[in-house]
């Protein structure tokens, strides 16, 4: 059947089961109900160290055609989801369903064990590297599932998800299970993804590196979720995990298009006392932020709250007063870590308070603007950043289609071409985010507002920025590079991109 | 009307560049066959930057093609290549007369050949010796094309044996030569650029310090430049409202049949009247207004 | 026309293509790599035959590595290459 952004999905897919399409951003949201969890529960005097990853796996029961899950705000720093796959094998466990918030080219091993059958089936929202290259070309035994920031944090406390043992990579950790990102050598400040898992996982691991007395406070995630600790050499590499320095574009096409996205945002009417904005941590999205800076220093305008992943850039404007709060759930730098570590309104959040569109309201609902990136965009604004337009992986939604559906202003900030490629298509590779939730296009030969905001097409007519069609936007693409043939894929489903609801928005072909 | 408030250099050879020269926002994009192309690569620039022209959109941004100078081997081979795509100005290096008129010459030639409208293509002649700065007048009056100058301070320095220093004390006596000819003849004064891109400030001081003098306009050599220097050209508030008083009067005036009139106990003039009216242009092309 | 010698054009930098041209002796041989292969490497193709066509180059060895060319440059740095090759009339 096609689903409501006109993709062909089958009922049923083999290593899914039975398909429920996307019918529309807002259509499954109201009552639904939260799974149960086992919980373990210890005596006064029992003991959760244990000497090794392996001791806990056993001592967790993990058998063959289970899942275990991991957080990434280690990044392309991370060791633990190699070290605890290594031991599974070695274990002779088989048939693993890996639950990984996201997973980055550190996480090669992991094609290793995809070939031998230790892992058949992975959930992620985002995949770069050899593992998404692994997958596009049919390694994987089960379609990879994946999904948004918000929709994993739904998945799991819908019981969609259900995680049998979720290993917790902790910056410091106590000899009880309290763990904090914010001290240790592998610090990373915010755990906002790992949250789910602590709460929902039948068991959980913490593994660390700094290994602390009773208690570690600040406790991000507390005793009262964590089954058992493992002290190891090192969780991760400082270098892979954070950046010294977010930067700015110095690329004038970027910095134009980021000069226009925050007009846009000016003439939205949007930018005054009590703005809410989000940004990615890319050199566009960030120059954004940047002119923002000047505008609301010039204008005097004090912000609510800046929200996401966290950069030092976000950190300098919040100091400056521009913004009251953060609300961070992952922290991109170490100035964003500090910020996070000391100042109380810099304020930590859950995968699922960020963007689960099945709990009471969570944070992007609260949001003004964000500013998103594009692997390509449609003229129905259907986004892809999921795969290239070969067919490839290589990355996926994050928090795209949870923040492009709760913020009022949408923009996507993006070249009109890329290398040779043009990034406004007829239709997209992959749909990552539905077109109904994009509001605007920005690109440096020009911007393209969705027909459904009329009322901001009337606002922009007044200034004198490039307003034109989407369809003038592709053709203007096109010209320079003419119209790309089109890729052809293998009948074979290697996965299914599921919607923050739980609906299955698009599926992943083998590539040829 | 079309301003030249900035012209920005763009490298010949470099496609990526190129393709991009035109959405910059700069008035007038130089591509440069001369300086940014190494000597191994006249000929691929040439035939790159020829396609450029031919294919590509440049949008607002007037198309000048800076050649190597016509004393070497590549100069009137760039000319007769280039002028073929009918780029808006052609800029010529260490310009003399005779280069004026060289160029003139054979732009006539292919205008005719090509059928393209009789003088179409403008020239664009840089002073950067001391020779062309002493007789920049003649040079400007060697042809009809000529439709505004470029003053190079680094090749005019180094040809007088002096040094460049960033606050241009150096440059003062070219600066205000170059200018004067060029508002006497009735074409653009296009200063010199400036290169320390991390010092925004003296860069600031160092556009208003040519726009004091009377140029018209500022050369880039990277693009994050030009909304500085269109800043600087732009009128000032005061400047704009004076103008649209003036206007506003002259309409009053004009309603009551009165052919000269005053304004704040002046009187009011046809060159006030033009310079009001172009202030208010600039002013529209700024989006000030 | 034919090639007399080999010639090269171009570089390795994104945006561009470097092209490497040879004497062939029974015309045309493309030999393309692209980073859009897939999507453009036909045309990009077209594009060389169509320069070498109108540069009246029948028999010619093309070695072409694409860095992701617009067709202005595909054709520019063929027609350099067999300015720099020289041809036999």
Known sequence: MKNAVGREIPDNIEGIGKVKPYEGAFKNIGAIEKTKVKVSSKLPNEDKVLSSIRESIIKCGLKDGQTISFHHHLRNGDHVLNMVLKEIDELGIKDITVAASSIFPVHQPLVEYIKKGVVTGIYANYISGPVAEAISLGLLKKPVVMQSHGGRARAIEEGDLHIDVAFIAAPTCDTYGNINGVDGRAACGSLGYAIPDAMYADKVVAITDNLVDYPACPIEISQEYVDYVVKVDSIGDPNGIVSGTTKITKDPVGLKIAKMAAQVIKASGLLKDGFSFQTGAGGTSLAVAAYLRDMMKKENIKGSFASGGVTGYIVEMFEEGLFDSIFDVQCFDLKAIESYRNDKRHQGMSASMYGNPHNKGCVVNNLDVMILGATEIDTDFNVNVTTGSNGIIMGGSGGHNDTAAGSKLSIVVTQLTKGRLPIVVDKVTTVTTPGETIDVLVTERGIAVNPNRKDLIEKLKGTNLPIVTIDELKKTAEELTGVPEKVEFDDKIVGVVEYRDGTIIDVLKKVK | MKLRRSMLFMPGNNPGMLQNAGILGADSVILDLEDAVALTEKDSARILVRNAIKTLRFYNSEIVVRVNPLSTEFGYEDVKEIAQVKPDAIMVPKATEEDIEGVDKILCEIEEKMGFEKGSIKLFPLIETAYGLENVYTIIEASKRVTGVLLGAEDLTNDLGIKRTKKGKEIFYARSKVATSCRALGVDAIDTPFTDLDDREAFIKDIKKAKSIGMTGKAAINPRQIDTIHDVFAPSEEEIEYAQRVLEKMEEAKRDGLGVFSLDGKMVDAPIINRAKTTIEKAKLAGLI | ?89
């Open chain 3, 1 to 89: 026309m034919k090639i007399l010698k080999p010639a090269k054009a171009g570089t390795y930098e994104s945006n561009d293509i470097y092209i490497m041209i040879q004497p062939n002796d029974n015309g045309i041989k493309i030999e393309l790599e692209s980073i859009v292969m897939k999507q453009f490497g036909k045309r990009i193709e077209e594009v060389i035959k169509e320069t070498l066509e109108k540069l009246e180059v029948k028999d010619a060895y093309v070695v072409a590595k694409d860095r992701g060319a617009l067709d202005y440059t595909v054709s520019a740095r063929v027609e350099t290459a067999v300015k720099r090759a020289g041809v036999e009339k």
